[in-house]
């Protein structure tokens, strides 16, 4: 298996432009987690999907994140107007729940957004 | 609330030392417990995880780490570090949603 595919690997844009990021989850996985870590908060988890549906998106800083998961096998996290302040490395994670549901996610190479 | 604490944001080693990474973890009921590894501009690696039984478990590279209930720990060893263990290592716990939480890192600098 190719592994959680991300992309792009690198995205550079200005203040206020949308900025798009694409996950390819391991097929057959039925949960999919994105994340984001910067130097001051560490790992945070943003929103986590589970079989395509939004089930815990507290973690959200706030209206201008946004995720879809529009299929098994891709989903997308968009910043719409992005600020500087948004700057990080965005991960992309998937699970297979199984019938003990503590199984283990697997992550990609993850997105290093900056935005100037 | 839930966390998880990991103390030493900074350690170095001398290659061939032993190694002994710490992590705490507040949680309502016992957790599943995770050690990850990052390597510069890379995802992070699983190395190994605690369900349940044997308190002591076996990872990859090396590694195995030992689950104390009774001091709320989950702490990563290893006997002898080698130069290409550097790198930023990551405690994590989670209940059986698979929502993780995560530690702050503990950056491991191996000196020659």
């Known amino acids: 298996d190719a592994g959680v595919i991300q992309s792009p690997r690198h995205e ?16 057959g996985h039925d949960y999919l987690f994105w994340y984001r870590q910067t130097m001051m908060r560490g790992l945070e988890l943003l929103i986590y ?52 549901g503590t199984d283990t996610q697997y992550f990609g190479p993850g997105t290093r957004l900056t935005v100037l | 609330a839930q966390s998880v604490t990991q103390p030493d944001i900074h350690i170095t080693v001398s290659e061939g030392a032993s190694l002994e990474l710490r992590c705490n973890y507040s949680y309502g009921a016992t957790p599943y417990l995770f050690w990850y590894v990052q390597s510069p501009g890379q995802g992070l690696q699983l190395l190994l995880k605690y369900f349940s039984g044997d308190t002591l478990v076996q990872g990859i590279k090396g590694f195995e780490a030992e689950f104390k209930r009774s001091q709320s720990s989950f702490n990563l060893r290893k006997p002898s570090v080698h130069w290409s263990d550097a790198a930023e290592y990551f405690c994590a716990a989670s209940s059986n949603t698979g929502k993780l939480i995560f530690g702050q890192g503990t950056t491991l600098q191996v000196k020659p």
């Open chain 1, 49 to 100: 999907f589970n079989n395509n549906v939004p089930i815990d998106d507290s973690g959200m800083p706030e209206d201008r994140f946004s995720a879809k998961m529009p299929n098994a096998s891709f989903s997308t996290l968009k910043i719409q107007p992005s600020e500087p302040r948004d700057s990080a490395v965005y991960f992309c994670a998937s699970r297979y729940s199984g019938t003990s």
């Open chain 1, 12 to 27: 550079v844009t200005e203040m206020g432009q949308e900025v798009t990021l694409r996950c390819k989850p391991i097929s």
